[in-house]
């Protein structure tokens, strides 16, 4: 019944939902997906500004207030979508959506800021204010922001400014003194959220960022995530050295802390032996390099874990030297072809140059 309407919302075809909702003026807020989304946050997820802009001035306030089967409202898709203007249509209409949560509880300052759209992160931030956002929400917009290249927008103390990269750390040191001045009643979430933060930045390789928060919470070397894995199980599996040279750091802990194995039964030399994110391995380029890149990583982590580790069997029954060569085998074989390849060009160079020297050489005697 409702997919005209869910066309023209997706093509922003106003005249023709105009025409719809005439015949069914209750279908203006009605969910008419499988994902509970009302026509408005169809048309908002595809930036059809003018769309938008017709449907807000149908529908009351509340209407802005429906969520999609995610917890999200429109608003949540237009922070996604970057388009400050319809986000500015609908705060005209209800000044409360910035404060309404979405998916896992996050903002939709915070999805702005993930998304890397500038201009939408200093209007919601705007709109927001410093009041109605938690410690856990700065903690989290400070890491969005560092991995999407944002600067951050001021927090606390630091209002209507933009912060460099180590000015952010200098906020990093600030929340971390303001978390372990808490009351013990209020401390214990923080302190869940900063490790989860601890295991963001661990993945995007914010060594500054990491080494400041094992500073401020030297417990947090023994913290581990969902999965069993602690910030150096972590940041072996993402192939970040810098922060895995911390453990050195640390003296016999690094000794315990190399011992845990993860839900799969997986040892830390056997995340090393997992195939890197194709991003991660095309930092050099050629499979013969990355292929090398890869064995010089599990043999670097080979050095620290036990030697007992080195034999023992993840959850598939595979020791981590099983691991790697499986998970490799694809690599491997076209290092092997490019290596070939690579053999075949440089010998035809040097034999085109033989036979050159050979022809031309007798007439250059000559002059």
Partial sequence: MY?????????????????????????????ITKGCETALHIAAAARHTKFVEELVNKISANDLELK??????????????????????????????????????????????????????????????????????????????????????????????????????????????????????????????????????TKFGIVEFVAELISSYPEFIWMVDDENRSLFHIAVMHRRAKIYSLIYSIGAH?????????????????????LAPSYLLNVVSGPA????????WFKEVEKIVQPAYKEMRDSDNRTPQMLFTEEHKGLAKEGEDWMKNTA??????????????????P?????
């Fill in 3 to 31: 997919l005209p309407l869910y066309r023209a919302a997706l093509k922003g075809d106003w005249e023709q939902a105009k025409w719809f909702l005439n015949r069914h003026p209750s279908a203006e807020c009605t969910k």
């Fill in 289 to 296: 390099l990355q292929m090398h890149r890869e064995l010089l």
């Fill in 254 to 274: 690094k000794d315990l802390i190399t011992s845990y194995k993860d839900r799969g039964d997986n040892n830390m030399l056997h995340l090393a032996g997992k």
């Fill in 68 to 201: 999609n089967k995610d917890g999200n409202t429109a608003l949540c898709f237009v922070a996604a979508s970057g388009i400050t203007w319809i986000a500015e249509v609908m705060m005209n209409k209800n000044i409360n959506l910035p404060r309404i949560r979405g998916s896992r509880g996050v903002t939709p300052l915070y999805m702005a800021v993930l998304l890397g759209h500038r201009d939408m992160v200093w209007y919601l931030y705007s709109v927001t204010g410093d009041e109605f956002l938690k410690l856990e929400d700065f903690f989290g917009l400070l890491v969005a922001a560092i991995s999407s290249n944002l600067y951050v927008p001021g927090i606390k103390a630091v209002y209507e400014k933009k912060l460099s990269y180590m000015q952010a750390l200098e906020l990093v040191k600030c929340l971390c003194e303001e978390v372990m001045s808490q009351v013990d009643s209020q401390i214990g979430d923080s302190f869940i959220i900063s490790s989860k933060t601890l295991f963001i930045a």
């Fill in 363 to 367: 007439q250059l005697l000559r002059c």
């Fill in 344 to 361: 075949s060009s440089c010998m035809l160079v040097a034999t085109l140059i033989t036979t050159m020297h050979l022809h031309y050489s």
